[in-house]
């Protein structure tokens, strides 16, 4: 019986329900092929479980993937020609018998590898895992598995456990380990070894495939998964040989799962990935999560989980002349588009035959770690950003906040947002350490705008915070027109201003920070020019202070006088706003200069209509 992940998650009766709105949301998006990834498991598990052992998965958001073996040896180049092609499929591409391969082994001495530096430069970079081939497509071994002697104990010089080494050094940094682990095997005489030269045959068969898998492939992800101590996730690959079949794919997920429950499987493991998509096409196969490969989805899907996997250059494996790579900048907003899509990031590096990750990789790494280090708040642990598209970049979310990451910055120093004004607390830049507060404000469409420096504090992105308000005070408009903004009403940001009451007070007092300001948000149907009026209180000695009135985006600027005591309150007209469309504005009153020990007491700014 094909179980789907409705009725994994939901009683029967509103399966159909569900399926049908899946349905209907896939057309409304007109992606049929990002269907939803299923875990077709044995064993019973519903949306909580199964959220609780995806959850360090998703609040990971980037990966190292290690693409390591034999194949680093020749690193592209076969008896004296460069392959073309991907560095670890030298093997299919240059149409090397098994036992020419074979001897790449004894070649294979790595005396420069460091499990701790690697694990350090993966998380100095920000990843939070690792998935190192412990098998790729060759077939060879990268520990010391019992029911092989094409392993690096028993074949090469190295005689290290690298899977082992590696294990303690991610212990030892709290980094998740995990492995890819190819089904398709080149090298075993029960897989596609007797292929050659054509092992990649995608029509040919092995009479003795379902032996591979008993004796050889079972076993092994059995080692694999007891020996290394908990594991992040089984990354399968090599699925679409023509011997592979879904059940033997729910079959092998359920080994895995039976064995560490908490593991993650990718889709791979079964056939229902469609082509490098790499989703999973409807919802009958396995696997935890999609891997679209070298490409990041248009859009993602809420509830879906996926991860795209990617080369820095054009090669997996090493290849000793491939020096096409991406930029740090590239690799960055890369990350940060697919985080705001929903998904993780599983970043490629190939090590040398000599144990070193390329320098190059090494640069990009800590390039997207340095802004990882101060920015990585809007990576771990965020959902898709609100909007699918922003002029000028990304958006990731959090309960609470929005992370607004520019790629483009806006060099009138405002940025606009298509959202209401009102659902938004404060504003700040990440990045700044003291998280001052950036200006609020709509602009005549009804968009946000942020005031922000003109010079991009950060080229390759930026990240504005958004914290959203928990309620929302919008003042009414008075049925004669008028606006009355009261001190008790307004949002007070800032450290020591504040509103007082009684003893004659009622206003914003202890005004004695220049930086502390004060914003209402107000709601206007009568449109049409407006006097503002301020009312205040000074004691002598303390004015002078001038400040700016921004409201509905035009800017008045005031000067408190002294008004003889600190409840002696004066009301002036300031001057005029045009308000000419229905709408809700911010009105704020920020000082610009404060000679005195205060700026004012401010009891109340009133828009009075001018008929
Ligand atoms: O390990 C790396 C590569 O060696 C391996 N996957 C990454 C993570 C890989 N990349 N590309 N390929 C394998 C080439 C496979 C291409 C195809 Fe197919 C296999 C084309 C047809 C069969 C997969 C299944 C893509 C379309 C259908």
Known sequence: MKTTLSQIYEPVQKCKLRLTLVVAVFCLLAIPAYAQITAKSALPEDKE????????????????FIHWGLY?????????KQIPGIGEWIMENADIPVVEYEKFAKQFNPVKFNADQWVQTARNAGMKYIVITSKHHDGFCLWDSKVTNYDIMDATPFKRDILKELSVACKKHGIRLCFYHSIMDWHHPDAQAPFHPNYNDGSRTNPNFSRYVKNYLKPQIKELITNYGPLGVMWFDGEWIKDWTEPQGVD??????????NIIVNNRVGKGRKSMQGMTRENYFAGDFGTPEQEIPPTGLPGVDWETCMTMNDTWGFKSYDHNWKSAEDLLRKLVDIAGKGGNFLLNVGPTSEGLIPQASVERLAAMGQWMERNSESIYGTTAGLFEKLPWGRCTTKPGKLYLHVFDWPTAGELKVPMSRNDVQ????????????????????GNLVVTVPRKAPDMIDTVVVLEMEAEAVVIPQAKDGTVVLKAQDAIVHGTNARYES???KDNIGYWTNPDDYVIWRFNVIETGPFNVEVTFACATGSGGSEYILSAARQKLTGKVKNTGSWTNFVTEKIGTVKI???GTYNLSIKPETMPGGAVMNLKSVTLVPIK
């Open 49 to 64: 479980q199964r959220d609780e052992r995806m959850k360090w998965w998703r609040e990971a958001r980037f990966g190292m």
């Open 72 to 80: 680093s040896v020749p690193a592209g180049t076969y008896k004296g």
């Open 252 to 261: 092998l997920y359920n080994h895995v799962r039976s064995l560490q429950p």
């Open 426 to 445: 404060k504003a700040y830049l990440l990045a700044h350490k003291d998280r001052s507060e950036l200006l609020l404000d709509s602009d005549d469409n």
């Open 502 to 504: 009684g003893g004659g």
């Open 580 to 582: 000419s469309k229905p």
